[in-house]
């Protein structure tokens, strides 16, 4: 078992507050990783470090087999670990298949100054790729419809989509299940397992526990900064800290 | 027609116009014309700093930069048109290089107030330093002049120059054009549009905005080598905070989210500042009435008049016309 992510002892304090107390954890190639949590258990915060928005006080993240503790977020995502959030971040004034483009600016061919002579047979073999990853979301027939005017589970659905067209090898979600219906969770579900079955890992951040469980390979859970419990769906489920910490101590 | 055959269309009806100009209008409004040409240089490269998402006061200073260089070297060293051309392009845009370290570390109204800090500075040393001529300038700049096999171009006619200016703004313009379909227009669209999100898909966000300071700088310095031309002078008060003020109104009343949008702006207002002429002292109030107008009635600018007839955005969301206090990596 090859770990694509691994956190050795991460730290983030804000002020007295231990956002991330020496949190390590392991995610392994081709898997979906749960990370669930009460509230301000610290799994955005978590997030935000493995994609260096935060900057951790000390502790060490490896990508790969990279350090990437020292690099900045879009030199991560250069080298595959790409995320989407929580809040509806989208392109707001492009149109659905304009964002899946954009989605690909920072990390398609890095040749010397091809950010000024991009030929116009590449602009195809562009357009072709954002129609693709559009239809694999499902949002093939919106490709044309602004961004800011899909619905929000759509746009939910579309900033993964734009996150895929970063070609991520770990794609991290925030919270994907947010505010859809019954019916955009069970095509988000597929979209996820169809995400992973073409070789990206995933690592998932979600308080809808009935998506978690049928998703995740592994699942690790937060409170307080700290890692209470980690290991399958079933062995989590019946942790009796994890019970503790969700429903309280009688 | 499509939209795009259409705005070609426009444009080149534009570029004839231009053309014209000095065979149906006398020495006087030719001379204009060479003005309204460097003001539309200036606002299109003012444009790719605004794509980033950023509102400089520090534009027309490089300029400035351009105009100095170019007349110190004719000058002192007696250097040909091309090559002081080349020269003022090239220190604006390492001008604009050392300030970006300290600037683009800033955002918003706090780039906006660096921005402004770093232009007066560099502005006041051209008056205190004798070297560039004091509060007096730099004059007695003589005019191009080529010599092409037993002929003979005097850019000193006020003709010959508007034509070489125009040559120059056009080329200027087609290249700032073409940045802007290649990818990274694009890049500095999504930065603007959404910081964070293009960090997380691996943009470089400051590079990218450094890297468009730099570019519009090198065509600031462009119009400032021709303006330099175009006044046989060169004073440190036609760098004022006056001018990047106009220069901000001239792109907000114009609009900026498309390529027209800016010209647009500058050529009906500066038409505006010369019927206002007569009435000096009033100006800066007409300025503020505009402004206010445009914002209530076209919060998007002239553009957006224009947009059923030339193509570009139909329904444009909220422009930040203010700049907005983000805070850095939010």
């Known amino acids: 078992m090859t770990g694509i992510l691994q956190l050795l002892a991460v730290r983030k304090a804000f002020g007295g507050l231990l956002a991330a107390d020496e949190v390590s954890l392991s995610v392994v190639a081709g898997t979906i990783h749960g990370l669930i949590g009460p509230n301000g258990a610290g799994k955005t915060t978590l997030f935000s470090l493995i994609t260096g928005f935060y900057r951790a006080d000390s502790g060490t993240v490896v990508f790969d087999g990279t350090n990437v503790t020292p690099m900045s977020t879009s030199a991560r995502a250069r080298l595959g670990l790409v995320r989407t959030f929580q809040s509806n971040l989208l392109f707001s004034e492009q149109s659905a298949i304009e964002n899946v483009v954009s989605g690909g600016l920072g990390t398609r061919s890095r040749q010397a100054f091809d950010w000024l002579f991009e030929r116009p047979s590449q602009r195809a073999a562009v357009m072709e790729r954002a129609r693709e990853i559009l239809q694999s979301c499902g949002l093939g027939d919106k490709a044309e419809v602004p961004a800011g005017s899909l619905s929000h589970g759509q746009q939910r659905i579309l900033g993964i989509a734009v996150a895929l067209a970063a070609g991520p090898r770990l794609l991290l979600l925030d919270e994907p299940f947010t505010g859809m219906t019954a019916r955009e969770k069970d095509a988000l579900v597929e979209i996820v397992q169809s995400i992973r079955a073409r070789g990206a890992s995933i690592v998932l951040v979600e308080h809808d526990m009935r998506a978690v469980m049928r998703l995740c390979d592994r699942i690790t859970v937060l409170n307080f900064g700290k890692v209470l419990a980690e290991g399958t769906p079933d062995q989590v489920r019946r942790h009796p800290d994890v019970m503790a910490a969700y429903l309280g101590t009688a | ?330």
């Open chain 2, 1 to 330: 027609m499509r939209p795009r055959s259409i705005s070609t269309g426009v444009a080149i009806v534009l570029i004839a116009a231009a053309v014209l100009l000095p065979l149906v209008a006398g020495d006087y409004f030719t001379a204009f014309g060479t003005e309204i040409a460097i003001t539309v240089l200036m606002l299109s490269s003012y444009r790719i700093i605004v794509l980033t998402g950023e509102w400089s006061f520090a534009h027309v200073v490089l300029q400035g930069v351009g105009a100095y260089t170019a007349a110190i070297l004719v000058k002192d060293l007696g250097w040909p048109f091309p090559a002081t051309l080349a020269a003022g392009a090239a220190m604006s845009a390492l001008v604009a290089a050392i300030l970006s370290y300290p600037l683009l570390r800033m955002k918003g109204f706090y780039f906006l107030m660096g921005s402004f800090a770093a232009a007066e500075a560099i502005r006041l040393l051209w008056r205190k330093i004798p070297f560039f001529g004091g509060t007096r300038g730099l004059s007695n700049i003589p005019a191009p002049y080529l010599e092409l096999g037993g002929v003979s171009i005097d850019f000193g006619h006020t003709t010959n120059y508007f034509y070489l200016t125009l040559t120059v703004v056009i080329c200027c313009l087609l290249l700032m054009w073409w940045m802007e379909q290649a990818r990274i227009g694009g890049i500095w669209r999504a930065i603007q549009q959404q910081d964070v999100l293009a960090q997380s898909i691996g943009i470089e966000s400051r590079t990218y905005r450094r890297l468009a300071f730099v570019i519009a700088a090198a065509f600031a310095g462009i119009a400032g080598v021709l303006l330099a031309y175009a006044f046989g002078s060169v004073t440190a008060n036609r760098f004022s905070l006056n001018f990047a003020l106009y220069l901000m109104i001239w792109s907000i009343v114009g609009g900026t989210r498309t390529f027209y949008g800016v010209v647009l702006g500058g050529v009906v207002l500066m038409v505006f500042d010369e019927s206002l002429r007569f009435a000096e002292e009033l100006r800066p109030g007409v300025y503020g009435l505009i402004l206010i107008a445009v914002m209530l009635f076209f919060p998007q600018g002239l553009e957006r008049l224009l947009a059923p007839i030339v193509g570009g955005p139909t329904k444009a969301p909220r422009r930040d016309v203010v700049p907005s206090t983000r805070s850095e990596n939010a």
